[in-house]
């Protein structure tokens, strides 16, 4: 599986899967989440999530502090301006008072 980045931020999220299976650590608890599954995560808690199978999996997140929507915005410009999504991140995370955290 190798290692996932965990971040924790300051807004509440909701994760609605529309297709697939969404795997997610929420602290130390590991849920498998299936289309139609909707996964809640408050503000503050350590999370991180992956595809959980070979297939295409889509979600719908939800944040309650649109500051994240900003977030999601300025990585994807950086992403498609030619900067690695890892870099792109974690050069935006300060700027969103979002932490990482070590990875698992």
Known sequence: MGERRRFTDTSN??????????EFIVEAEVVTAFTG???????????????ACDKKARILILHTDAQMVKFFEETELLI??????????NELLPKYNTDPLPTI
């Open 80 to 89: 498609q301006s030619g900067v690695p999504a890892p870099k792109a991140i």
């Open 37 to 51: 599954d909707v996964v809640t995560i408050p503000s503050g808690v350590a999370h991180t999530y992956r595809n």
């Open 13 to 22: 999220a909701l994760f609605y899967i529309l297709e697939g299976e969404i």
